[in-house]
C-alpha cells in the first residue's frame, strides 16, 4: 500500500474522532522521528538539491522501538551505553540502526519501509533499474509493482513457501534454506557498513520477532561477524538470556525485547501533561 494511501486513511481517521470528541487530544508518534538525529550525509540521496527540497531523503523507520531499546541500554550495557551500539530489529518488517550517545547516526531503511535488508515480503535494496524495466519492458503499471514490492517479495519471494521465519526454519526444502541465507547474508553485510559508519563496535542488539526468538539466526549472523571481536555464548543463546555473547567477548551481544507501544504511551502522557498545564 502506498505512502499517500496510508497517509489519506490517517487524516481521515483522525477527522472522524476529532468530530466525534472534539475535546480529545490526538497524539501522533512518528517512527522516522527518532532518526532527524542522523548526518545529512546519511540522510541525502546522490540526487539534485531539489529533490532534497521536495522531501526525497532517507528518513528511516522503526524509530519507536529503536528508541524504546535506547532507552533500555543504560541498566545492560552500562557505561558502554553510549558507545557503538547497533540494534538489529529482525521481524516481519526488518531494519538495523547505529546508535552513538543511544542516538541514531545510520539505519538501513530509507525514503520508504522498502529499503535495506531483505523482510518477510518486502525485497530490501533493489537497483531502481529494475523498476523502470517492469514499467518499460515487462509492462507493469505502477499499482502492480507497489504490490509485488510490498507483498511478493522478500524471504516469501525468495522461499515460494512463505515469509515467516518459523515456517522456513521447519521446512526441508532447498527454497527454505536459500531465502534462510539470504537473510543471514545481507543481514551481515549491513552490519558490517553500519560498523564502518560508526568507527568500530561495541555491542550487537537483537530485537523483534526474529531478533528476539530465533537463536539459529543469532548463531549463523555472530558466527560471520566473528571478525569483529564477537564471540557468542552458545548456551546463553540456546536459553535465549538477555546478554548473549561470552563475558570475554570484545563485542558483547543482547537480545532485548522492544515496545513501541510503551514508547507512544510515554510521548502521549508528556505531550498531554504539557497540554494540561
Known sequence: MSACVLHTRRSAAIDVRARQHPGLPQVACFDTAFHRSMPALEQRYALPAEWYERGVRRYGF???????????LP?????NADGRVIVAHLGHGASLCALRERRSVATTMGFTSLDGIPMA??????????????????????????????????????????GDMRQLQARDAPEAALAIDYFVHHTVRAIASLAGALGGLDA??????IGENAPQVHARICERL???GIELDDAANDAQAVQLSRPDSRVSVWRIPTDEEQMIARHTARLVEKRTQ
Not at 541498566?75 to 557505561?79: N, P
Open 226 to 228: 566473528a571478525w569483529l
Open 75 to 79: 541498566e545492560h550495557l552500562g557505561a
Open 204 to 209: 550487537l542488539v537483537f530485537t523483534a520477532g
Open 121 to 162: 515480503t518486502r525485497p530490501g535494496h533493489l537497483d531502481s533499474g529494475v523498476i523502470t524495466w517492469w514499467l518499460r519492458e515487462a509492462g507493469l503499471n505502477t499499482a502492480e509493482i507497489d504490490v509485488l514490492l510490498n507483498h511478493r517479495c522478500g524471504l516469501a519471494g525468495l522461499s515460494g513457501i512463505s
Open 62 to 72: 522503526h524509530g519507536l522501538p529503536y528508541e524504546y531499546i535506547a532507552s533500555r
